[in-house]
C-alpha cells in the first residue's frame, strides 16, 4: 500500500451525481481553500451515454446546463401518435462525454486531485473515513458515495426490473428531414415476452439515435436487439451507416437499497435512490440533490 493522504472531501465515483455536486459546490465558491479527490476507477474519457429529461428556460437546470444540450426537441410523438407540441417545456440531451469534460474542467481549474482507480473499501477511523483503492489509501472528513447502488431482495408488491438498450447513431443514406420531434416509446416492434420499444431522437447533421429499449428481468442481449434495430430502421429510414453505438443498463426497483450507514459518508446519485423505478430517469433528480445537501 502506498502513501496516505488527508482531504476534507472525497467524492467516489466522477459520474454525473459528482459532477453535478461538483459544479453546485463551484458556483457558490466552496472549492476554493478545501483538499478535494475525485477517485474512479473509469477514466471517463468514452462517450458512454446519452443524459435525456424534460425542462422548460424557466428551470434551474435549464439555466445551468444550456451550454452543454447537444439538441433540444419541442415536440414529441408517443408510440407514433400524431406529434404533439410541448408547451412552454423542452426534452434535452445532453452527452455523458459532456458532462465528464466538465468535471475535468473544475478539477483542473480549481487542482482537484484526480485518482484513476477502484475503491475497495470505506471505513470510519476515529478522525474521519479512509477510503482504501487498488493502490493507496486516503482519509477525509466528508465522502461522497456514489458507486451503484444495490437492492435487498423484493419483497411483496416490490419489484427489480432492468431497463437495458442498445441503440446506434446513424446516419441514413437518404438525407433526413431535420425533425423537431422525439419519438418516445414506439411499441411497434416484437415483444419476445417483455416489454419494448424504440426511441428515435433526431440530431444534427443527419444523424439519428434509434434506440431499442427492454423493460425486463434479463437484459437484452445484442443477439437479440440487432435484428430489432436493423428491420426497424430499415423500415423507417432504409439504408443506413452506424457512426456509434449505445449500451446500458439501469436498475428500476422499488426494493430498498442495501448500503451500511457509515457516519461521514454520503451517498449520492443512484445510490441515494436517485433513480426513478417508472422511467429510470435520475439526471434531474441528481441536479437536486444539491438541495438536500445544502439543507443538511
Ligand atoms: C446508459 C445509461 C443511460 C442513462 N440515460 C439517462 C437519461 O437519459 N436520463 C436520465 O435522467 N437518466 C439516465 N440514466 C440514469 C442516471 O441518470 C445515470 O445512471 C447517472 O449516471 C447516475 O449518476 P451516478 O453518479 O449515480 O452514477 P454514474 O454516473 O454511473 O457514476 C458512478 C461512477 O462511479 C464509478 N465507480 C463505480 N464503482 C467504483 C469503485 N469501486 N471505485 C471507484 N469508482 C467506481 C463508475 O465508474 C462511475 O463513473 C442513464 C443510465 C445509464 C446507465
Known amino acids: 500500500m502506498g502513501y496516505s493522504e488527508n482531504f476534507d472531501y472525497i467524492f467516489v465515483g466522477a459520474g454525473a451525481s459528482t459532477t453535478l455536486l461538483l459544479r453546485s459546490l463551484e458556483s457558490r465558491g466552496m472549492l476554493t481553500q478545501k483538499r478535494i479527490a475525485i477517485i474512479d476507477a473509469d477514466s471517463k474519457s468514452i462517450n458512454d451515454k446519452t443524459y435525456c429529461f ?10 445551468q446546463y444550456q451550454h452543454l444540450f447537444t439538441q433540444s426537441w419541442s415536440k414529441i410523438s408517443v408510440n407514433r401518435q400524431k406529434p404533439e407540441m410541448l408547451e412552454n417545456a423542452q426534452y434535452v440531451y445532453i452527452s455523458s462525454i459532456a458532462l465528464y469534460d466538465e468535471c475535468r474542467r473544475i478539477v483542473e481549474q480549481h487542482q482537484l486531485v484526480r485518482e484513476h482507480s477502484s475503491v475497495t473499501s470505506i471505513t470510519r477511523t476515529e478522525n474521519g473515513v479512509q477510503v ?19 437492492f435487498a431482495l423484493p419483497e411483496k408488491n416490490e419489484v427489480l426490473l432492468w431497463q437495458t438498450f442498445i441503440g446506434y447513431i446513424i446516419s441514413p443514406s437518404q438525407s433526413f428531414e431535420p425533425s423537431d420531434c422525439v419519438d418516445l416509446m414506439d411499441f411497434d416492434i416484437s415483444q419476445d415476452g417483455y416489454t419494448q420499444f424504440m426511441y428515435v431522437l433526431p440530431l444534427p447533421n443527419n444523424r439519428i439515435l434509434v434506440e431499442v429499449t ?7 442481449t445484442s443477439d437479440q436487439a440487432e ?17 456509434d453505438k449505445e449500451q446500458g443498463k439501469i436498475p428500476m426497483s422499488t426494493a430498498k437499497i442495501v448500503c451500511e450507514k457509515i457516519d461521514g459518508v454520503i451517498p449520492i446519485g443512484g445510490r441515494s435512490g436517485a433513480i426513478k423505478p417508472s422511467t429510470g430517469y435520475a439526471f434531474k433528480k441528481c441536479f437536486k440533490e444539491r438541495n438536500t445537501l445544502r439543507n443538511s
Not at 424534460?54 to 439555466?63: A, G, K, V
Open 132 to 150: 482504501i483503492t487498488e493502490n493507496r489509501e486516503f482519509h477525509a472528513k466528508t465522502i461522497f458515495d456514489s458507486r451503484p447502488p444495490a
Open 214 to 220: 427492454r423493460f425486463g428481468i434479463e437484459p437484452i
Open 227 to 243: 435484428p430489432i434495430l436493423n428491420e426497424y430502421i430499415q423500415r423507417r429510414f432504409g439504408a443506413y451507416e452506424i457512426l
Open 54 to 63: 424534460w425542462t422548460s428556460s424557466d428551470d434551474p437546470i435549464s439555466r
